[in-house]
């Protein structure tokens, strides 16, 4: 069974500074990695999405990469600000073709 | 906002009522899903459906019935929940079913509450 890990549970850092977020997975059959964004009270949001071909994923501030072999993703966020304060999620979608999702990294950016 | 619209926001149930959970998406897509976000718990996939057919039942108890009547409506119906039912209830959708390169688009959730 698939399981998820992400470290540390919770962050907090000023802002400016540059971060890293972690995940690993115990199953390396997978087809896709996900990393979402959820606000209080919200639903996710999707930030970047690795197939399992790839090694990264880049969207602005953010990039994502990919060691399948190794079950590790790392979340870099650049310049981090305030307004990246949220719990960040690491899915993957694995044989089923479901998603399993780690408990998440609650990040406060400090300003 | 991301297209995926839940009601109600919060719910308070006892035991014993029956209610409902709507979800409803303008994104065009031809999958739903379920799932449960329990303090401290990582989210948990409950259905899925596939052009309104139920191709998912993550081992959820029959006091969880969901509903599929087109493809942009699904309900969650509940009925003598337990307090430990307690959680967030989160709805998404996504283009297909399983899809690899399809992202999955979420509601902001019912907050449901069992006392």
């Known amino acids: 069974k698939q399981e998820v890990t992400q470290i540390p549970a919770a962050l907090s850092v000023p802002e400016g500074e540059n971060l890293v977020l972690n995940c690993s997975f115990t199953?390396?059959?997978?087809?896709?990695l996900q990393w979402f964004r959820q606000d209080p009270g919200k639903g996710l949001t999707s930030l970047l999405l690795i197939q399992s071909s790839q090694r990264e994923q880049t969207s602005g501030r953010l990039n994502a990469s990919l060691d399948k072999s190794s079950g590790r993703s790392t979340l870099y966020i650049a310049a981090s600000q305030p307004g990246d304060s949220a719990t960040y999620l690491c899915?993957?979608?694995?044989?089923?073709?479901?998603?399993?999702f780690g408990s998440g990294t609650q990040l406060t950016v400090l300003p | 906002e991301t297209g995926v619209t839940q009601t109600p926001r919060h719910l308070v149930m006892g035991m014993t009522n029956k209610k409902s959970l709507k979800c409803e998406q303008h994104?065009?897509?031809?999958?739903m899903y379920w799932y449960k976000q329990s303090a401290k718990k990582p989210l948990e996939l409950m259905f899925v459906y596939s052009l309104e057919e139920r191709v998912e039942n993550n081992s959820v108890p029959s006091r969880f019935s969901p509903e599929c009547p087109n493809s942009s409506h699904l309900f969650l119906h509940l009925h003598t929940l337990q307090p430990e039912d307690s959680a967030l209830y989160l709805c998404?959708?996504?283009?297909?079913?399983?899809?690899?390169?399809?992202?999955?688009?979420f509601g902001a959730g019912t907050r449901l509450s069992v006392l």
């Open positions: 994104l065009g897509h031809n999958a």
């Open positions: 998404a959708s996504s283009q297909v079913a399983g899809g690899t390169k399809n992202i999955q688009y």
């Open positions: 899915a993957v979608m694995g044989s089923a073709r479901q998603l399993t």
């Open positions: 199953d390396s059959a997978i087809y896709n």
